[in-house]
């Protein structure tokens, strides 16, 4: 993501991609820890929403990065099909 927005001539696109790289790595070591710390305890139930959470994060975090991309994705395949009718 880091060399995508530095692609960008749009200063706020740039700001906007770093930030989502920065939440999914944050998110990414959150879930790895509570993985590590449910490995050491596999029937802590504690440990286990622990990771459980970690996931839902990481499933979240991953789905805001990458809806804008998506959604820009389908507009221009949808424009172009337009076009071509």
Do not use: F, W, Y
């Not at 740039?14 to 490995?39: F, G, I, N, P, S």
């Not at 804008?68 to 994705?73: E, F, Q, T």
């Amino acid at each position: 993501m880091q060399g995508e927005a530095e692609k960008q001539p749009d200063s706020e696109i740039q700001r906007r991609l770093l930030a989502a790289a920065k939440t999914l790595a944050d998110a990414t070591a959150r879930m790895v820890e509570a993985a590590r710390l449910c490995a050491s305890s596999p029937h802590d139930a504690q440990r286990q929403n622990q990771l459980r959470q970690a996931v839902e994060e990481l499933r979240a975090a991953t789905t805001a990065a990458a809806t804008p991309a998506l959604r820009k994705k389908l507009i221009t395949r949808l424009e172009v099909r337009a076009v071509n009718r």
